[in-house]
């Protein structure tokens, strides 16, 4: 789903940007998501920059998609159903690989954007003829044998497909053209896969800048969801950074958006846990800091994108920042590594509105340096033509 979180955020504004530069997009939506007892749903493809739409195992009428399986009709949910292996990452279903196969000789394109590097196992059905007349392109998201040891040394759940970099390189020779989010992963792909095509492409991101005025004096945001360096980033954030900023600023609040509040349990003072939040953008209207205190992390961190491109602040970590040299260096945003640190940089953004515009200013014009429309694409759109 186009917002649904940072994974989606991005695939998504890809395509949008694809649009606006002249490309007809086609969508394959691989899951299955109807069954087990789901028979209808909104059409979640209709979106301005999608040509055509397909759902597998759906037909869609007027704005709405309906299963078109007997299966699909058929099917009961459980009363407490496990999750659809459509909804965990995983590497392609025979079911999956003829779909795409289909979908590929219906449409004929140029070029396939395989978003995730699991998904690459797709073309395994497609015939050698199809294949040699298509450039495939995977959106790496992140690094995943790096993200998997950062799970595991830090003892969090893995929600994703755990890799180690022989099964990772494994998958990724499949593509024709590696697309990483960020240039140090860039840099990490080129040296697990020597000569094999790499490109950065950032999410790209029009900068909306929301009115100063809307922002709530000493109102923080975090925002994300229940996953491992999220759950690591929000629980440091209440237990050691929180109460740092509080005695400083004893009428701060703190805003959790997202399913991460779940981390938290009892909500300390100045703390509201609002759970998934429907209109994002008016949250970081009325944030004055957005607090990103990752302690690990992979890929490009869409929350700090997003709170940049509505100009407002933000306060991360080296992890958070990683992966294009002036976000790490501090130049753009405020980066802190330790509760202290962190805290400061917060509070005198709080209490400093010099310093506030000086930050809003800078992140604004990175972003429109490097991730507006076609800068974003700048690496993807030759391959393309």
């Not at 975090?222 to 009428?251: C, E, K, M």
Request: glycine share 8%; hydrophobic share 45%; charged share 20%.
């Amino acid at each position: 789903m186009p917002s649904q979180h940072g994974g989606c955020v991005y695939p998504h504004a890809l395509l949008g940007a694809l649009h606006h530069a002249g490309h007809p997009v086609h969508y394959g939506w691989i899951g299955a998501p109807l069954g087990q007892g789901r028979r209808a749903m909104r059409d979640p493809l209709r979106a301005p920059y999608i040509a055509r739409g397909w759902v597998r195992d759906t037909v869609r009428i007027g704005p709405v998609r309906v299963a078109s399986t007997l299966a699909g009709w058929l099917s009961r949910r459980p009363a407490s159903a496990p999750a659809r292996p459509a909804e965990i990452e995983h590497l392609a279903t025979p079911a999956e690989q003829h779909f795409a196969a289909d979908l590929i000789k219906r449409t004929r394109p140029g070029a396939v954007i395989v978003d995730g590097t699991p998904m690459l196992t797709l073309l395994d059905g497609l015939p050698s003829d199809v294949r040699t007349t298509i450039r495939v392109f995977v959106l790496t998201h992140n690094l995943t044998h790096r993200r998997t040891e950062l799970y595991r040394a830090a003892g969090q759940a893995l929600d994703f497909l755990p890799m180690s970099a022989i099964e990772e390189s494994a998958l990724l020779r499949r593509a024709d053209t590696v697309v990483a989010i960020q240039d140090r992963e860039a840099e990490a792909f080129r040296a697990l896969l020597p000569g094999k095509p790499v490109i950065t492409v950032p999410m790209p991101c029009t900068p909306e800048p929301l009115d100063s005025a809307r922002a709530e004096p000493d109102r923080c945001l975090f925002v994300g969801g229940y996953s491992g360096h999220n759950i690591l980033a929000v629980q440091d954030l209440v237990r050691a950074i929180w109460p740092r900023i509080r005695a400083t600023r004893p009428n701060a609040q703190l805003a959790i958006a997202g399913t991460v509040g779940k981390a938290v349990g009892a909500a300390p003072p100045g703390v509201q846990l609002l759970g998934p939040v429907s209109d994002l953008r008016s949250e970081y209207a009325r944030a004055s800091v957005c607090l990103v205190p990752l302690p690990m992390g992979t890929g490009l961190k869409i929350k700090m994108v997003e709170a940049m491109s509505y100009g407002r602040p933000v306060v991360t970590t080296r992890a958070g920042a990683e992966g294009f040299d002036a976000l790490e260096s501090g130049d753009v945003v405020r980066v802190a590594d330790t509760p202290g640190a962190f805290a400061d940089a917060c509070t005198d953004l709080l209490c400093h509105p010099p310093a506030w515009e000086r930050a809003v200013t800078h992140q604004l014009d990175w972003i429109r340096q490097n991730l507006s429309g076609s800068l974003a694409l700048r690496q993807l759109t030759p391959l393309l033509a």
